[in-house]
């Protein structure tokens, strides 16, 4: 690039006012007259949870180089030539990026609080963990009952005569259900405490339920925080992306009129339009991440998230954006930019451990064993059957020698049996149920074991996240601020070109885009340290 001298340069930005707001400096000695000019694009762009920026450096509008005349040697006669002036351009608007950018969305808004409230009644997941507590509630019913006993009636319909065994039939009839009944009853009376042993037995079942309905509750409150988390971070991405976006938009418009009116060559306004390609990828790859994570809480929260609402589906326009968000059957809202630390230590949360849902349950499961143990153990004291029976008759009864005349003969009879032959089927099942209580034990501290490490796991991804986002929304973001405002001085004085400037304008989307990530790998560690203890309140209140 052509070095002009400072009195040549000089004098080619005194001569017109309009080209001395618009033209690129290059080594201009002494102050030359100033008008508000469009910032460069996302020079001040916010991101969400950010430090304090720097004071605010004046941005030129991106254009290309001036065209300089030509400066004659300093051995030649010839004076130096006039510059001829331009002509005037219209004083530019100041095009900053805007501090917020609204989201092109059409969708009620949603909490994360207002979606934790919605997922106890609406999760399907735990909806079916609820239903097995009506199940081991409705068995304890079962267990808690005696076992049945029988009533039974009988009556002789027919009868037929011999003379002789198995010949000589005669006296063949019908017998009316009048002339002949008989009842029986019959019932177990239980011994060994049985039916205490199976009472208790449900209630250990309904607690193992109940520890199950809070393990899929943990579960699926880590599912919905980081889903909605996800969204949050694509949401933030979007509105850094949205505001890159409307700020090269208006550089674009002022270096179209500038080419028109002459100013800059065509060329600058082609590789201007040929280097927002990335931008407008970072628009559509933000949107489409909000789009699948509210997908996500949506079907967490049990909705139909394929269905796109009227309104929304008449606002998508031609905007490709506003369609990628017309079917979200939500607008998540949240302040991304909480990021509390934790006041719990790690030893705390380790006493705690015995306490997480899934933990409970392995334990309350070897309280089952044991009270199933208990019940076939009492198997070993027999049950007895009882039985009794009343029978009326008033049909011919053979009874040649009595001196009376009989009208009906009534029986009363009574029985008792006792199972026999039962030793080994009880052995059997007395080993079957120790085994499964040592197995219940076994499973009991592997799961103590599965939690302490996941606690060591996400202990070390909470620190590695914590460090990492400190970084990242400390010294690393505020070291993109300083690069792109060094290229943004170098430009000033033509020691950087165009594209010098928007790849330092891309790092500081990269920064800005990193310290969005961090900080929800801060917040994803957080959900994970809460999930991991099964200790309630470490989660980020968002």
Do not use: C, H
């Amino acid at each position: 690039m052509t070095r002009l001298q400072p009195a040549v340069l000089a004098a080619a930005l005194l001569a017109s006012t309009a080209l001395a707001s618009t033209a690129l400096a290059q080594g201009v000695v002494g102050p030359a007259p100033t008008r508000p000019v469009p910032a460069l694009p996302g020079a001040t762009a916010p991101v969400a949870g950010a430090p304090a920026p720097l004071p605010a450096v004046q941005a030129p509008v991106l254009q290309g180089p001036v065209v300089a005349p030509v400066v004659p040697d300093a051995t030649s006669p010839a004076a130096v030539p006039a510059v001829p002036t331009p002509r005037p351009l219209p004083p530019p608007r100041p095009t900053r990026a805007p501090s917020t950018m609204e989201v092109p969305i059409r969708a009620p808004a949603l909490t994360l609080a207002e979606a934790e409230t919605m997922l106890l009644d609406r999760n399907l997941a735990v909806v079916a963990a609820r239903r097995g507590v009506d199940i081991t509630r409705a068995q304890r019913l079962v267990a808690d009952t005696n076992p049945a006993g029988s009533v039974g009636y009988s009556q002789t319909t027919a009868q037929v005569n011999e003379r002789s065994r198995f010949s000589g039939y005669n006296g063949g009839r019908y017998i009316s259900p009048l002339n002949n009944a008989s009842v029986n009853l019959s019932f177990t009376i239980e011994r060994g405490g049985k039916r205490e042993l199976r009472r208790r037995l449900a209630d250990q079942n309904i607690s193992v339920a109940e520890a199950q309905v809070l393990d899929a509750l943990r579960g699926q409150l880590l599912a919905l925080r980081q889903a909605f988390i996800s969204a949050l971070q694509a949401r933030a991405n979007l509105q850094v992306a949205l505001a890159n976006r409307s700020s090269l938009n208006g550089t674009e418009g002022l270096l179209s009129r500038q080419v028109r009116d002459g100013a800059i060559p065509e060329s600058d306004l082609l590789r201007f339009q040929a280097s927002r390609l990335p931008f407008e990828q970072d628009v559509a790859n933000a949107a489409q991440a909000y789009a699948v994570a509210a997908a996500q809480v949506a079907a967490l929260l049990g909705q139909d998230a394929s269905r796109t609402s009227e309104a929304a589906a008449r606002g998508v326009g031609r905007d490709p954006v506003a369609a990628i968000l017309a079917g979200m059957p939500f607008d998540l809202r949240g302040d991304f930019t909480n990021t509390p630390p934790l006041d719990v230590t790690r030893e705390t949360l380790a006493d705690a451990l015995p306490n997480r849902p899934d933990v409970l349950v392995a334990s309350r499961n070897v309280n089952a064993a044991d009270a199933n143990s208990r019940l076939a153990e009492a198997a070993r004291s027999r049950d007895l059957s009882v039985s009794g029976s009343v029978t009326r008759t008033e049909l011919s009864q053979d009874l040649p020698e009595s001196s009376r005349r009989l009208r009906a003969n009534d029986t009363l009879g009574i029985g008792v049996s006792i199972p026999i032959f039962t030793s080994r089927i009880t052995e059997g099942n007395i080993a079957v149920a120790n085994a499964q209580r040592g197995q219940a034990q076994a499973q009991a501290q592997a799961a103590l074991a599965t939690a302490q490490a996941d606690l060591a796991v996400a202990w070390a991804t909470y620190v590695q996240s914590r460090a990492l986002l400190d970084l990242t929304t400390g010294a690393a973001l505020r070291r993109a601020e300083e690069a792109y405002r060094s290229t943004e001085a170098a430009y000033l004085a033509g020691g950087r070109t165009l594209l010098d400037t928007l790849d330092a304008l891309r790092t500081l989307n990269a920064t800005r885009v990193a310290a969005n990530a961090a900080r929800a790998a801060y917040l994803n560690a957080l959900a994970g340290l809460e999930q991991a203890t099964g200790v309630e309140g470490i989660a980020p209140r968002l």
